[in-house]
């Protein structure tokens, strides 16, 4: 009898935790009343917080409707989601300070200026504080804690509230990634009961590939601060230093057997360019998030995990721009309840955590403003004082080969807030010319000091083994730029020419007699490959020079080396004025120089009609994707092609390859290891055999290998030979050998068509695995190989530095199958390295 109570019981509670739904009451501090005419969130969306899971139209209208209810409240649009969602922020004050938020907003960006911050009283200064909410789409606690937020501070009533908003301004931030967020949240909605079932192997739990944490393209925006490569984070970091705040707290999620974490993070682990006072703050800051977060019994910890040495994420952008990131992890549930290591997770419990902590944060940013804008005011006059002590007084860069990469460069210096100017007269560093006509140079002289150091330093001495992100992040090393930095004050005089106050314009031109024997562009620009798919999607006939050759016929003067683009005129589906006109818009859209010859003599080397001049056949590329295949890697191809180079990829599922008419196609991606049958297999070898080009790219080439489309043998990874170890070191040492993202030097065959292109025979690249092949058996099959001496910047033990060298960061096996070691397009921002994966797409073809 006592067991069939006690079974009821139980059962009777696990149906109330199932079935039933928080209440405001839940989530909200007692002792508070509420403004009626403020709409509560179950009066707008049609249920309670927590019961579904917000979409993100949802929660934009409903920040769109307090901004229209509320005197204290104003909305600001920073930027649209590729998918055309809006971006923005909730602006929440006293009426009085949003009815002068622009005079406020100036008087507060003048405190980042050390020539006039010295005037400005602090005392009668309000506290910038932005919440930022779910930069990854599934981590969905913490936007739909941001209703809440919002809420409590406009519709909330009393002495504290109105202290809090009198002395602060506050930026909420609802949905960092709205693309990724509709994608979960449809997802989790879509297949939840009406009785929550929190058994781990449910449908709701396993969100399909790629998953929503990406946006539309699968990038994670928080790392994009830095590459600033999609227009989330363009209109985020826009905006931040708009605004300037003084805290950035920064929502996430982690595993559902986690509890919650608040920063301070590993301090052994920190970006040395951050201030020490920074970390002094964060930790005072933690106190009232303890406060918080004991007197609602929740479990959290610090200073165990995470780290802020990778400057480029949402809560270490700002630490190294004068203000103070902070990190929030909340045990994600990525549904609605769920059962985990620690008993039931809820739903409404996560919310509730990320409420209380940004209430925590607003308490601390009150109760700490004086201490908070002195130092942000401090960081900017010290950048200055700092960059006249340090010897490294500039950085000087050119392309002259390729203006669209170094326009690209200077685009992402300038949103950052860096000063570039042009150079004032030539230099001459380390065997390069720099000429004043295309040269620029950056003095560390500017309150963006320290960020420019860490854009601009190679760094190869770390106080830790382990990195949570990348180890290094050199900007000059990923655009394949000359770069020198400038130490002699002496070179300094004279360099600091005009400011650039925009992107430089790359502009293209034709130069052409009336009636040419053939057009003619080279392979060196950025968006030549855009220009070629041009012509190839219109039908012209298109080839490539695998020799340079010479022009000399008295107008034109000039040496094309090999992968030059021929266009005869002869045999093209259009001629005449029409062709012409057409090749002026393609020099004016693609911003490359265009030439026409009159004949197709050369002086030196190759004829126009040398069998060397190989017929080009239009790329149609598809890419396996889906389970199994690495969707940051698809991601960022994607992007590329799509985005870049306007060039359509199609993307098929494994389980649709074997049934795809594949003769459609002549290029195939593989990333990962997807998991495809023996028939779709022998597919593929038959298409390969035929025509089509392979491209492994990354762990791709495990899947090559295993396959045996290639011939792939693997270096063993670098044994561990301790014969002891302290248990409590087991995680740290397991990481050691690990590269989690450093640069290294490779050296090119200028006349291999996957370096066609390239003007130097140097080029650095980016490796984030301590993945190595031996070379191919064939000489000529390995173009790029690390050098002798290969690291450049990052972490790399000297055991892997001894595995990695002379072996090939690209090789070609047989016929038409490639391999891409390592990552060409890393995070979309490795301009300097994404022509190889280019030439492997129009150049694979020809590869004999």
Sequence with gaps: ?????????????????????????????????????????????GHEIGEWHLTHDKLYYYMLELAKVSDKAVWEEYGRSYENRPLGQLIISSPENITNLEKLRLEHIALCDPSVSGKADISNMPLFIKL?????????????????????????????????????????????????????????????????????????????????????????????????????????????HKWKPNINSDHHETGANETFFFQPGIQSRNNPLTPEDNQELTAEIGKYHEKYLNSIGSLYFTEESFDDFYIGKGSSYPDIHGSVGILFEQAGVKGHLRETLGGLLSFPFAIRNHFTVSLSTLEAGLKMKNKLLESQRNFYRDAIILADKYPIKAYIFNEPSDHARVSEFIKILLQHQIKVFHTGRDISKNGI?????????????????????????????FSDSIFYDTSTWVLPFSFNLNCSPLSVLKEMEGMVGSEVTSQPVTNGKLDSPENPYAYMFEWNEYYSPAALYSLQNK??????????????????????HAGTIILPVSGQPITGNELHLLMLNLAKDYGIPVYGVATGLTKEGIDLGSNRILILEKPSVAMIV??????????????????????????????????????????????????LGPSAIETIRVWNRNKGTIIGYESGNSWLAKNKFADIEFIPAVPDKKKAGIYLNKSADSQVQQIPGSIFQTKLDLTHPLCYGYTRDILPVFKSTATAAKNDTNIYNNPIRYTDA???????????????????????????????????????????????????????????
């Design 1 to 45: 009898m006592k067991k069939t109570i006690l079974s009821f019981i139980l059962l009777f509670s696990f149906s109330l935790m199932t079935n039933s739904q928080e209440t405001l009451d839940y989530y909200l501090p007692k002792a508070i009343t509420y403004n009626q005419s403020v709409p509560a969130p179950k009066q707008f969306f």
């Design 132 to 240: 930022g909410y779910g930069v990854h789409g599934n981590e969905s606690s913490s936007q739909n804690a941001s209703a809440l937020v919002a809420y409590y501070l406009l519709a909330g009533e009393g002495k504290e509230i109105d202290e809090l908003l009198k002395n602060t301004i506050i930026l909420i931030d609802p949905a960092l990634n709205p693309d990724g967020m509709q994608r979960h949240s449809t997802w989790v909605n879509f297949t939840r009961s009406l009785n929550n079932n929190p058994d781990p192997a449910s449908w709701e739990f396993s969100e399909p590939w790629p998953g929503g944490r990406s946006n539309h393209y699968w990038f994670d925006l928080n790392r994009d601060y830095l590459a600033l490569q999609h227009p989330e984070s363009q209109g985020r970091v826009s905006a931040f």
């Design 433 to 461: 010319t720099f000429r004043a006509e295309d040269s620029y140079i950056v003095p560390l002289k500017q309150t963006e000091y320290r960020f420019i150091r860490s854009l601009f330093e190679p760094v190869t001495l």
């Design 539 to 560: 039908g012209l006939k298109t080839r490539v020079a695998t020799e340079n050759f010479a022009f000399d016929d008295g107008r034109i003067k000039r040496t094309f």
């Design 626 to 675: 889906g389970d199994g295949t690495n969707s940051s890697d698809a991601g960022e191809i994607w992007h590329m092609l799509d985005k870049k180079f306007n060039i359509p990829v199609t993307m098929i599922t494994a389980s649709r390859i074997g049934i795809a008419d594949l003769n459609r196609y002549n290029v195939l991606i593989v990333t990962g290891s997807p998991d």
């Design 790 to 848: 290969p690291l450049l910047s990052g972490y790399c033990t000297k055991e892997n530095i001894e595995r990695i060298k002379e072996t090939p960061f690209a090789s070609v096996h047989g016929t038409r199958v490639i391999s891409l070691y390592d990552n060409t397009n890393f995070r979309a921002y490795w301009y300097g390295t994404s022509r190889v994966f280019m030439n492997a797409i129009f150049f694979g073809q020809i590869i004999r």
